[in-house]
Nanobody
Framework: QVQVVESGGGSVQTGGSLRLSCAAS????????MGWFRQAPGNQRVFVAV????????YYLDSVKGRFTISGDQSKNTVALEMNGLKPEDTATYYC?????????????????????WGQGTQVTVSA
């Protein structure tokens, strides 16, 4: 069994910053990618950012490019999301996820279906 735990959520004003952290532990698994998703009430879970473990390449949701930065350590199964210039529309529950299936195209890891292990989520609230 793999446990994924996020931390670092909170409430900030527009323009503020937060750093989310995530760590996976338990059973050994193949770490193919580490991603962040978010879900606002009444909406579907949406891709935010991913780091592919084999290359270190990162990909972002267009609306967060230049504001959010994903970083991680594949060997430790840890990943972080640095969020700057936060906007009210960034308000959501943020989920960390780990993918164990390798050799898939980049778009595969933009879908929640590409991930095998999920955290419980951490709330991020940005006030105007």
């Amino acid at each position: 069994q793999v446990q994924v735990v996020e931390s670092g959520g909170g409430s900030v004003q527009t323009g503020g910053s937060l750093r989310l952290s995530c760590a996976a532990s338990g059973r050994t698994f193949t770490n193919a990618a580490m991603g962040w998703f978010r879900q606002a009430p009444g909406n579907q879970r949406v891709f935010v950012a991913v780091m592919r473990s084999s290359t270190g390449n990162t990909y972002y949701l267009d609306s967060v490019k230049g504001r959010f930065t994903i970083s991680g350590d594949q060997s430790k199964n840890t990943v972080a999301l640095e969020m700057n210039g936060l906007k009210p529309e960034d308000t959501a529950t943020y989920y960390c996820a780990m993918a164990s299936r390798r050799n898939n195209p980049a778009h595969y890891y933009r879908s929640p279906n590409g991930y095998d292990y999920w955290g419980q989520g951490t709330q991020v609230t940005v006030s105007a």
